[in-house]
């Protein structure tokens, strides 16, 4: 009997390594760009937040599925970023510098501070494990909100801090809007921190996350340093989280403690569990989700026609009701998250091979 094999189909299947990632990276961002055509001006400001939000997601992926480190605290690494990049921003503007030099001096202080600040959380929770670690990362992202208003001179409290406005370049200003504009900046800043990651997550210190989250103890005594592998992956998971708060504040012309919440934080953490853990196209899919659900229980609540205190009530407690029955059906149905199904579909066949007792006399 011959046996049958469903080989798994793959993009650019000719090329291994480091190449395959940078070519596919290349490719997806090009389709992304050219996408953004055939988008509205809304869409094309959904899309950046997305991509804004797959900068964490990735990172954080990366440091809970790869080293398996729980922080429930990204959200404050976000505001970092934000922070970081808004007052580096308005500086520049009040000397004089702006457009695309502007914005990429903010990006690398937005990251590099986001980056200092993860460092410093990493060398604590190399030291901490579970619930511990969680705790931490949970105060952190509680303290946002006190720490701009104590430092209300600088951060402006709850008002938080607003960005002059940036104006599509000269000479694109005619092919396309402020939103796509946007949209374009979001997907190639979110397409340089992503490839990062994965090339990270593919090479020899990706390997090391892994066997320090399998068995710590195993991985020590194999000579992996643990410890500095933990800090590594937090201070790389809080890049990502900074470059991510630095594109949606360059989004949106702002930053305020009141949208670095706990439940944002959190949001994001239920965007990588449904994505699935330590899949950074897993990642992109949790990203997606996290924008585009409200906005559909939104116009699925206005489509219905409900009484305005009903719908009043219905707000925003709606959302976090629908991401909980989503994450309970994706864990029952997908342990592994959405990204996991492609890979059940995908997976090659058990060969069929005939018994020996089946076997024709001769």
Known sequence: MTSTVLRRRTLFPGLRGTRRVLVVAAALTVLALAGTFLLDP??????????????????????????????????????????????????????????????????????????????????????????????????????????????????????????????????????IALEQWQAWVAILVTAVVVTLLALVRRGSLGLRMRAVRDDETAARLNGVPAARVKVTAFTLSAAGAGAGGAVLCFVTQSVSPGAYTLAFSLLLVVAVVIGGLGSIGGAAIGSVVVVMLPWLVGAGTAALDLPADLEQRLAGNLSVLVFGALLIVVMLVAPGGLAALRRRRTAPLPTSQPHPQQTPER
Do not use: K
């Open 42 to 175: 809304f869409r094309n400001f959904q899309l950046a937040t997305a991509a804004a939000y797959f900068c964490a997601t990735a990172g954080l992926t990366l440091l809970i599925g790869m080293s398996g480190q729980l922080s429930l605290g990204h959200a404050a690494l976000m505001a970092t970023g934000g922070y970081g990049y808004a007052l580096t921003a308005n500086a520049l503007t009040e000397a004089g510098v702006t457009g695309v030099p502007r914005f990429l001096v903010a990006l690398v202080v937005a990251v590099v501070t986001a980056t200092l600040v993860g460092f410093l959380l990493g060398l604590a929770a190399a030291r901490l494990r579970g619930p511990y670690l969680a705790g931490l990362t949970l105060a952190v992202v509680v303290a946002v909100p006190a720490i701009a208003t104590v430092w209300s001179g600088v951060l402006r409290g709850d008002q938080g801090v607003q960005t002059a406005y940036d104006p599509v370049p000269t000479g694109l200003d005619r092919l």
